[in-house]
C-alpha cells in the first residue's frame, strides 16, 4: 500500500495515542520570524544659517560707489598719454547704516548711491532710510571695516576726502553681456581654414574620447552664455581728480559699460593695510 501523495491535514485524523499540545497565538507571535524593515540612522544636516559666522571679504578702508561715464586719454604733465576710465557721482554715497558686532555680528559700513523717486522704492526700503534720515537711494552695499570710529548715519562721503590723487583702489561691477557666444568669441579658440574643400570653419569641434571616457569632462570649455557677470579689477591707480566736474580718472579699464554702476574701494595691500592673517 503506497503513501499518498498529498497529506491534507484536514481531513486525517491523528493517532489516539498522539496528542499535538494546543499553540496559543501569543507564543505563534513569539516563535515566528518577523520582517522588519530597519531604516538606518541617517545623520540630519544642520541648516547653514545655524552656528556659522558671518564670512565676509575685509575692505582696506570706506569706499564709494560711481557710475562709469567712458574713456578718454589723459596727457601728464611730461607728455605721457595714459588711458583712463572717466568714473562720475551722482547724489549719495551717503552712509544708511553703521553695524556693529553688537548689533549685527560684524562692524560694518552701509552706503547708499543715486537718488530715486519715492515710489520707485517699496515701503520697507523708505523706511529703512527714513530711519536713518538719508534720501531715497537705489544701490545699498556695505563696506566691512576693521573700525567704525568717525562713521555715522546720513554722513556724506565726498570722493576727494576719501581718496588722494595717485591711490591704489580696487573697482569691481557687472561686465557687459554678450549673450550666447561660441568657443572662438568665448574661449578665444582657432577657427579652422576658411577654404571651400575645409567643412570646419568656426565649429567647436571635438569635445572629448567615444569609448573611454564615453563622457564630456566637466568644464569643458564650450559654447554658452557670456559676460554679465561681476569682476574686480584690482590695484588701479586714480590719475586725476576733478572736483569741479565730480569726475575722477581711474587708468586702464573698467568693467561695464557705460552707465554701469561700480563700486571703488581702497586696494587691499597685505601686511599695509589689511593683516595677513
Do not use: W
Amino acid at each position: 500500500m503506497g503513501m499518498p501523495s498529498t497529506l491534507s491535514i484536514g481531513h486525517c485524523r491523528p493517532h489516539s495515542s498522539l496528542s499535538l499540545p494546543r499553540l496559543s497565538s501569543s507564543f505563534l507571535l513569539q516563535t515566528t520570524p518577523r520582517l522588519s524593515l530597519r531604516i538606518p540612522d541617517v545623520p540630519r544636516k544642520r541648516p547653514a544659517h545655524r552656528g556659522l559666522a558671518i564670512a565676509m571679504s575685509m575692505e582696506a578702508g570706506i569706499g564709494v560707489m560711481g557710475t562709469k561715464l567712458g574713456m578718454m586719454s589723459y596727457f601728464e604733465p611730461d607728455g605721457t598719454v595714459v588711458p583712463v576710465t572717466v568714473v562720475g557721482f551722482r547724489e549719495g554715497n551717503i552712509v544708511t547704516q553703521v553695524k556693529t558686532q553688537a548689533t549685527d555680528g560684524y562692524d560694518a559700513v552701509q552706503v547708499g548711491y543715486r537718488r530715486v523717486r519715492d515710489r520707485k522704492l517699496t515701503k520697507p526700503e523708505m523706511g529703512h532710510l527714513q530711519k536713518a534720515g538719508a534720501i531715497p537711494m537705489r544701490h545699498l552695499q556695505e563696506f566691512r571695516l576693521q573700525s567704525l570710529d568717525g562713521f555715522e548715519p546720513n554722513q556724506r562721503l565726498v570722493v576727494d576726502e576719501v581718496f588722494k590723487e595717485g591711490d591704489l583702489v580696487d573697482v569691481s561691477g557687472t561686465t557687459i553681456g554678450k549673450g550666447f557666444q561660441g568657443g572662438i568669441k568665448r574661449h578665444n579658440f582657432k577657427r579652422g581654414p576658411m577654404t571651400h574643400g575645409s567643412k570646419s570653419h568656426r565649429q567647436l569641434g571635438s569635445i572629448g574620447a567615444g569609448t573611454t571616457p564615453g563622457r564630456v569632462y566637466p568644464g569643458k570649455k564650450m559654447p554658452g552664455r557670456m559676460g554679465g557677470s561681476k569682476r574686480k579689477i584690482r590695484k588701479l591707480k586714480i590719475v586725476k581728480i576733478d572736483k569741479d566736474l565730480n569726475v575722477v580718472m581711474i587708468k586702464g579699464a573698467l568693467p561695464g559699460k557705460p552707465g554701469n554702476l561700480l563700486r571703488i574701494a581702497p586696494a587691499k595691500i597685505v601686511g599695509k593695510n589689511i593683516p595677513k592673517s
